[in-house]
């Protein structure tokens, strides 16, 4: 069975991924969200990462966090609207960070939880998913988790199981949206 790392941005997400993916993969998750504002909805974001983890029994990578180091990749796409170029950064910021992680703990591949979104453009993700395989040499699953009702199952899984909803992306500028 092939090993994947998966880049995680929260419970719910991860979940519906976890369901699909669980059959096929010997799978591992990433979390890597230097992005998220404040630091206490980063810490509740992981709390949730972690049950689900340990209820699926997964190993659970942690990514260090360090806005200040996003901040940087970012900068000056602070007044662009969500969904703009800020978040493509944002996107290619931690598919690098996972691709990287990948290669380095030698996974035969990674993919993303991020396309479970209905706010996210699965076709940005998973083209950027394979710029950073080619980049860092090791394969991409590219993944469009909204498809067959994949968010609405992310809410039941949430719901079933408590996992906490945000109600923003996680960025300082989304979360002044």
């Not at 360090?66 to 944002?90: A, H, I, Q, S």
């Not at 209905?118 to 083209?127: C, D, L, Q, T, V």
């Amino acid at each position: 069975m092939e090993t994947i790392l998966i880049h995680v941005c929260c419970a719910g997400c991860m979940s519906v991924a976890i369901e699909r993916l669980k059959n096929d993969y010997q799978i591992s998750l990433f979390y890597s969200n230097s992005n998220i504002y404040p630091l206490e909805e980063y810490e509740q974001r992981l709390a949730d990462v972690k049950k689900v983890a340990e209820m699926h029994q997964l190993e659970l990578l942690e990514d260090p966090y360090d806005e200040t180091d996003w901040l940087k990749y970012v900068e000056g796409l602070e007044n662009e609207p969500e969904g703009g170029m800020r978040c493509e950064m944002c996107i290619e910021y931690r598919l690098n960070r996972t691709g990287n992680m990948a290669k380095e703990r030698k996974f035969d591949l990674f993919s993303s939880t991020l396309t479970t979104s209905p706010h996210k453009n699965a076709e940005f993700i998973n083209r950027t998913g394979y710029e950073v395989s080619e980049y860092h040499g090791i394969a991409f699953l590219p993944l469009n988790l909204k498809k067959k009702d994949g968010f609405k199952r992310s809410v039941e899984l949430s719901k079933e199981h408590k996992l906490y909803r945000q109600d923003y992306c996680g960025c300082r500028f989304s979360k002044r949206e």
